[in-house]
């Protein structure tokens, strides 16, 4: 079956502006979770979407946003962006809830954002 | 705040060594999990541990997950150039709440 999809892979963005990234779970899979990866603060956890209700939030400020639409897809809006927005976002999909005792996340590659 | 805290955070080995991943925490954790994740992809899962003491193989890897549930390792023996990658450990705290990433193991193994 087809895997995790997102979209756009590599992007540049200046300050001030606002980015929007997508992401399409394997098919089936309910839960959508995004991540922050950057080099040495490993990967730090966004949000997690299942049936269109966010369910968990990191410690990420108001500009990072979510959402999730009825047939499982996600998106997440940054606004206002800062330098050090620039990382690569993760999303991972799930069939459980997550956290689970014995649920696999199913990560895309990415989408790499540098903010100049 | 709970963290899972890695090490060594980089390794650079000759083929054929062993070597060892630790991933350690003050709290208790339900559930571990390892991830490798191979340059422009995406994590991808290894193993998960549950039970205290649970040893698990893969091939030439070797995870454990600590009787206490709050530290694990991950063992390769006789490493190969294929094994090169970032190695995360993931844990689901036992009061619930989020999966928590350690900040990785970039592991190259040099042929």
């Known amino acids: 079956k087809a895997g995790v999809t997102q979209t756009p892979r590599y992007l540049i963005k200046t300050r001030g502006q606002q980015v929007t990234l997508s992401c399409s779970p394997i098919?089936?899979?309910?839960?959508v979770s995004w991540y922050q990866q950057t080099p040495g603060q490993g990967l730090q956890f966004l949000f997690e979407?299942?049936?269109?209700?966010?369910?968990n939030k990191g410690n990420f400020p108001g500009r990072f946003s979510g959402r999730q639409f009825s047939n499982s897809r996600s998106e997440m809006n940054v606004s206002t962006l800062e330098l050090g927005d620039s990382a690569l976002y993760l999303c991972?999909?799930?069939?459980?809830?997550?956290?689970?005792?014995?649920?696999?996340?199913?990560f895309g590659e990415g989408s790499r954002l540098t903010v100049l | 705040t709970q963290l899972l805290e890695q090490s060594p955070q980089f390794l650079s080995i000759q083929e054929g060594e062993n070597l060892t991943v630790y991933c350690n925490s003050s709290?208790?954790?339900?559930?571990l999990q390892w991830y490798r994740q191979e340059p422009g992809e995406g994590p991808v899962l290894l193993v998960t541990?549950?039970?205290?003491?649970e040893v698990k193989k893969l091939k030439r890897l070797t995870f454990q997950f600590g009787d206490a549930r709050k530290d694990s390792s991950l063992h390769i023996t006789a490493a190969q150039p294929g094994d090169t990658g970032l190695y995360l450990c993931?844990?689901?705290?036992?009061?619930?709440?989020?999966?928590?990433f350690g900040q990785g193991t970039e592991l190259s193994v040099k042929p």
């Open positions: 098919s089936g899979h309910r839960s």
């Open positions: 979407y299942f049936s269109e209700t966010q369910r």
């Open positions: 541990v549950v039970t205290g003491g």
């Open positions: 991972a999909s799930s069939s459980h809830r997550v956290p689970s005792n014995t649920g696999e996340l199913f």
């Open positions: 709290s208790v954790f339900s559930s």
């Open positions: 993931a844990g689901v705290s036992a009061q619930g709440g989020k999966l928590i």
